[in-house]
C-alpha cells in the first residue's frame, strides 16, 4: 500500500482518507497561538507535533499533510510571533515530521501551500507566485509525495498556485476554502473547478470554512462543472468539523463563536458517518477534514468505510463499532446504548438553556464582489 | 517550586492547578477504548500518555497523576479487554511515564486508586481493601509523591480506600464524584467529608460527574460540614468540562449523550475562567479538572489564576489572554473579538436546530437508596 | 347542577372547573390596557367580556369570576385610565356580566379581589381593609354566589381581604400568586395555607405567577401545612398557562418576555392535560387558570377530567378527543396525528433558532424579604 | 372612508389593512373543529363569529371577510360535520355578520372561495367551476363589496375561480398559499401572477401556510413576474401569524406541530411590526393576516403603518405604542421595558427547553409535481 502514490490509488478507485485538523488541534494542546495560526511549533515542540500526525495515521489516514500552514515568508512577517525561526526552518522541519510518520505507516506526505496576504494587499501574480515558489523549492528538497494548494478564497490564487506547483513535476491537489455560492469574487464551484484543472490541478475540491454536508453539496457543484467542460480530475473535501448552518461566503469565521467558542458546534463522530457516506456517494474519493477535525473523527471516516477500503484502522482496537464495548458497562441504561440506532437517532442536548441554537454571522464580505 | 509537597504548598496558601481528564482525551486520541476505559496503553502506546502529560504540564499543571484510572486487578479481569497485561505492569509504566513528565517541569507525582466492581458485587471490606492494598504497593515502588483517592460514588468505599493508602505514610487525597444531594447511599457532601478527614484524607473534594459549578457548590457542603464538625482539611475540585444542567445523583452517565455525543455540552476557555474564579472563591485551592478538560482548559484555570500564583504557565506563549491576539487577524469584525467583554458575554450557538437544549437523564440510582 | 353552591360540589366530590384568564386574553382582544391591566371594558364593552365569559362556560367552567381585576378604588386612581367611570360602576357591570353568561349554563358567579396598591404604599391595615369592604359592598349588591380573593404576593393582605369578605357571610376562596419558596416576605406556602384558613378561609390555592406544575407544587405544600396543623379546607389552582421553568419569587413579571412577548411560552392544550391530572392527582379540586389560558385550554381541563366529572363540555362538540377529528384531514401524515401518543410525545419546535430556551429573569423581589 | 371601493382605495395609494384568522383563532375559542375546519359556527353561534369581526374591525381592518372558508357543498359533504346546515345558510348568514360590523367602521365587506376537494379529485374544470359558481351566487345574493379567491396551492384552480369569479362584475382579488419555489405543480409565483391577472384578477398576493417574511419575499417574486410580462395588479398579502423557517412547499400543514402545537411558533406583536414594515416595503398595499393572527396581531399592522394611514385604530386606546403603558408599572425592571428598542431587540425564550428550535417536517408534496 505504501508504496503506490495518490494518483495511482485514486485511480485504482481507491479511497483515500485524509488527516484532520493541524492549527486548531495544536492550538487546544497549547502549540498554535490564535490569531496567527503559523506552525512555528513544527522547531520549537516536534513531538507535539509528531504525536498528532502519529494520531492521525493511527485513526486511518493516508496522507500526512505536512504541518505547513501559512508558512510562507510574507504571512510570517506580518504575523511577527516567530522572530528567531525561519519559514525555511519551518518547513524542513515540518517535511521530517511527516516523513518520519508516514513511513510508520504505509502514509504518503503532501506539502501543503495556502494563501498569501500578499494577493489581497498586492494582487501582483509575479509577487505572488514568487511566495509559492519559494516554499515549493523548500519542499523538493525534502522527500514528499504530492502538493497540496488548500485553504484559498479567490480561486485566481489557487490558480496562480497551481500553476507554480505543476512545475515541480508532482501531482497537484488543489482545495478552496468556499462555500456553494462561489469564491469571494463571485466564481461559481463548478467554473472554480474548471480553472483549477485547466492550471493542472490533478485533484480538486473543498477545505475548511463550513460543515461537512455543505462542502459534499459545495464539491458536487464542482462535479457538475467539470463534466459540463468535458474535463476529468479526482474530487478531494476536508471541511470542518463543525456544524455551521448559518455560515454563508464568509464561513466560520464570521460566526460570532470564531475560534475561542466553537465547541458547542463539534461534530460527533456519529456526524461524522454520515458525512463520509454522503461524501462517498457524491463520488469523492480523498475524504478528510479540516479545523475541528481530531483522530477520532477521521477514524470515524475509516470506520463508515471500512468495508469499501476493506480494512480498520489501528485505532479501532481501541473503538466498538457502533458503541459496541458499551455492552459491558454497569449501568443498564448505558448497555442499552451499544447500538447504532440509538446514535443515529440521537438529537445530543447542548446543556446551554441560556445559549440560542443559531446565531447570526458577521459581515461575511458578501459586499466583496 | 519542585521540592516543595502537596501540603506544604497548600498549607502556605498556594493554589495548586490540577491535571486534566486522561481517560476521555485519550480516547479521542484512540488510545482508550470507552466502555472499559482501563489505562493500558502506558505499556501500549507510552509516547501518547507522555505527550499528553506535557500538554497539562505545560498548560500549567502543578501535579502529575498516574495515568491508572480503573487499574485494579478485579477491573481489569472483569473489563477483559487487557490480555497480556498485568496491572501492575501498567501502575511501573504509568509511574515512569508521569515521573519523567513532572521532573521536566517541578511538578509532583500523584498516585490514584478508583472505585472498585468488588464493591459493589462483594460489599465486603477485607476483599476491597486488599485490592487497594495491591495497587498502593506498585506505587510504593515507584517515586511517586502522594495519593488520590478519586471517582468515588459511594464514601464507604472511599473511607476504606482511605484508610489503606494512609498506611503508606503518604498524603492522601480523595474525591468523591457525587452530586450536591450525597453519595449513591444518600449520605450528604457534609458528613462525606467529615468520615473522609477522620480516616485520614488530607484533602477533600469532588471529582467528575457534573460540571464545575455544581462541584463548587458540593465542596462548599463539604467546607460546611467540616466547619461544623470542628476539622479541617485542604479543598479540593476536578470537575467534568462539560455543562450537566439536567444531572442528578447518576451524573453525566446518566445523560443520552453519555460518552460518544457530549460534544456540543462541551465548556469553552471562558466558561473554565469563571469556574476557576468560583472555585477560588469558596476556598478551594487545589483546581483541576476531569473527563472533558483538555490542556486549553487547564490553562484557563492558570490564566484565570495568575495573579494569585505570581506566573503564568508555559503554554500561555501562545496564546493571548482573553482573546488578544485576535487583534492582528484581517477581519475587522473578528479583530473586534480581541476582549475580555467579548468572550465573557457570548452565547454560544450550537449549530443544531433540531437538538434540544436539555436531555432527560436515564434513571439515574436514586432508588440505590 | 346549578342550584348547588361551590362548597355543596366541593364537599361532595366533585370537580369544579374553573374559567380561564381574562386581562390577558382581553388584551389581546383589544380592551384591555396592559401595564394597567383594569376592567373598565365591563362598561365600556360589555360584548367583548360577555363573549369570553361565554366561551369559558362553554369549554366547561362552572365558575364565571366577576371581571373585576385590580378594581379597587386606589387602584384604578394610581392607575389613571378611567377617568370617567367608577370603580362601583365596573363592579356593578361586572357581575351583571358574569350573571347573565352563568345563567346559561348552571355556572356559580365568583365576585374577586386582588391585591392593592394601598398595601405597600400605606401597610395601614385599617385603610387597606376599607378598601377591601368598599369592593365587597359592591357585590353584595348583586347577586354573587361566593367570593375570591386573588393575585396576593403577601399573605398577610391577603389575611386581611379574607377577614373582611368573611364578614358577608359568603363562602372565600383565596389563592396567593406565590413560588414555592413561599411569598414575597419569605412566609412558606404550608404556613400562608393556615394563615388563610383560620382567617375564614374555605377554599385556599395559588393562582397565577408560575407555570402550572410549579403551582401544583405549591399547592401540595399548602396542604401539607394544612395537615400538620390539623386543619381542613378545598384546594384551587388557577396558574399561567405559561412555561416558566426560571421563575423564582416574582413570578413571570420578572422574565424578559413581560407581558409583551410570551407568545412562546405558551402551554399547549396537551400540556393542559397533564397539569389537569396532576392537580387531580394531588387532591385539588377546583381547577382552572388564570393569565394565558384561552377557553381551549379550560376545555383541555374539562376534557382530562371528563370521566370524573361525568360529562363533556358543550365546546367538545367542536373537538375531537385527544386530536382524533383529524382522521378526515386530506394529508396522509396528518392523519397519522389523530392519537394520544403523537400529542403526549411531541416535543414542539419554537421555529426561532436564535432565541434560547430558558432566559435570565429580572431581579425579583427577593431582597424584599 | 366608508364609500370609496377596494380598488379606489388601492389605486389612490391607500394602505388597506386586512383581517385576521378566523377558523384557528374561532377553534380556540370553542367554535370551530380542527380537521373539518368548517364555518358552520356563522349559523350555530353567530355572537362568536360577530365578536372576532368587531375585534379586527377595532384592532383597524378594513375589511371584513365573510367567514366561509371551506364552505363550498362538495366539502362541506366531505367534512360531513354539518348535517342540518347548507352551505347556502352559512353562506347567507356570514355575509350578514360581516355587513352588520362593517358598517359599524366604514369597513369593506369581502366574499371568500377558497380551494376545493373536487379539484383535486377530478380535475374537472366544469365541475369545479360550478361549485365556484354556486357559491357566488349566494354571494350575490347579498350586499358585497368585493370578492377573495384564496388559499389556494394550484394556480389552475384559483384561475378557474378567478375567471367564474369575474363574471359576477365585482373586484377580484387573488392570494395563492405557495411558497416562492411555486405552487404545487411547479410553477413558480411570477408565472402565476401572470396567469392570474389575465385571468382577471385586479388584486393578487399570498395568503396563509408560511411565515411572514416567506410570504413577502414570494410576493416580491410575483411582482418581478408582473413587472416583466407588462402587467399591473394591486398586490395582497395574509401570511401566518407563526414562524416557520423549516417549511417548504407544504407549508406549515408539513411541521409535526400543525394544528395542535403551534404555540410557540407564534408571533408577538413586534414580529408583525417588522412584517408590516417589510410588506409595505416591497410595495404591497393590502397588509393583513391569516391563521395564527389575532386581533392584537392586526392592531400592530395598522400601529406600524399609522403614519402613512393618518390614524390609529380605535384599540390603540388601550395599547400604549411599543410598550409606552408599561411606565407606571409597579416594578422598575417592567418599567424598563417601555421602550422600542426593548421589544425589536429582544429574543425570547421558549421556557421549553427540552424541546428542539426547528422541526423536520413532513413530507410535503414535493413528489406531487
Given at each position: 500500500q505504501g508504496s503506490k502514490g495518490i494518483l495511482e490509488r485514486l485511480d485504482a478507485g481507491e479511497v483515500v482518507v485524509g488527516d484532520g485538523g493541524y492549527v486548531m488541534q495544536l492550538e487546544r494542546r497549547g502549540y498554535v497561538k490564535a490569531g496567527h495560526w503559523t506552525p512555528e511549533s513544527a522547531v520549537e515542540h516536534p513531538e507535539a507535533v509528531r504525536q498528532l500526525h502519529r494520531e492521525f495515521l493511527r485513526a486511518g489516514a493516508d496522507v500526512m499533510q505536512t504541518f505547513t500552514f501559512y508558512c510562507s515568508e510574507d504571512k510570517l512577517e506580518l504575523s511577527g510571533?516567530?522572530?528567531?525561526?525561519s519559514g525555511a526552518q519551518i518547513n524542513d522541519a515540518a517535511c521530517n515530521l511527516a516523513r518520519e510518520v508516514a513511513d510508520e505507516g504505509g502514509a504518503l506526505v503532501a506539502g501543503g501551500v495556502s494563501q498569501t496576504p500578499c494577493y489581497v494587499l498586492s494582487h501582483n501574480e509575479t509577487e505572488v507566485k514568487a511566495i509559492f515558489k519559494k516554499q515549493m523549492d523548500d519542499f523538493l528538497k525534502k522527500d514528499i509525495d504530492f502538493l497540496v494548494v488548500e485553504y484559498f478564497e479567490h480561486v485566481e490564487e489557487a490558480v496562480w498556485a497551481v500553476e507554480v506547483l505543476k512545475t515541480s513535476g508532482k501531482t497537484v491537489a488543489a482545495t478552496l476554502c468556499i462555500a456553494p455560492q462561489g469564491?469571494?469574487?463571485?466564481?461559481p464551484p463548478g467554473e472554480c473547478a474548471v480553472r483549477l484543472v485547466r492550471a493542472g490541478a490533478d485533484i480538486v475540491g473543498i477545505n475548511c470554512h463550513l460543515d461537512p454536508l455543505t462542502c459534499v453539496q459545495t464539491v458536487k457543484l464542482m462535479k457538475e462543472g467539470l463534466e459540463k467542460a468535458g474535463l476529468k480530475a479526482h474530487l478531494m473535501i476536508q471541511p470542518l468539523g463543525f456544524h455551521t448552518p448559518e455560515c454563508n461566503l464568509g464561513g466560520y469565521v464570521s460566526l460570532p463563536e470564531f475560534p475561542f467558542a466553537l465547541e458547542t458546534r463539534a461534530m460527533t463522530r456519529w456526524d461524522i458517518h454520515k458525512y463520509a457516506r454522503e461524501a462517498y456517494n457524491a463520488g469523492i474519493r480523498y475524504i478528510g477534514g479540516c479545523c475541528g477535525f481530531e483522530p477520532y473523527h477521521i477514524r470515524a471516516i475509516a470506520e463508515e468505510l471500512a468495508a469499501e477500503r476493506g480494512f480498520l484502522p489501528p485505532a479501532s482496537e481501541k473503538h466498538g463499532l457502533?458503541?459496541?464495548?458499551?455492552?459491558?458497562?454497569?449501568k443498564p441504561w448505558v448497555r442499552a446504548r451499544a447500538r447504532r440506532e440509538y446514535w443515529e437517532n440521537l438529537l445530543p442536548a447542548s446543556g446551554r438553556p441560556k445559549c440560542p441554537s443559531m446565531a447570526t454571522p458577521a459581515n461575511d464580505g458578501l459586499t466583496e464582489k
Open positions: 510571533n516567530v522572530k528567531t525561526i469564491d469571494m469574487h463571485g466564481v457502533w458503541g459496541a464495548a458499551l455492552e459491558m458497562h454497569t
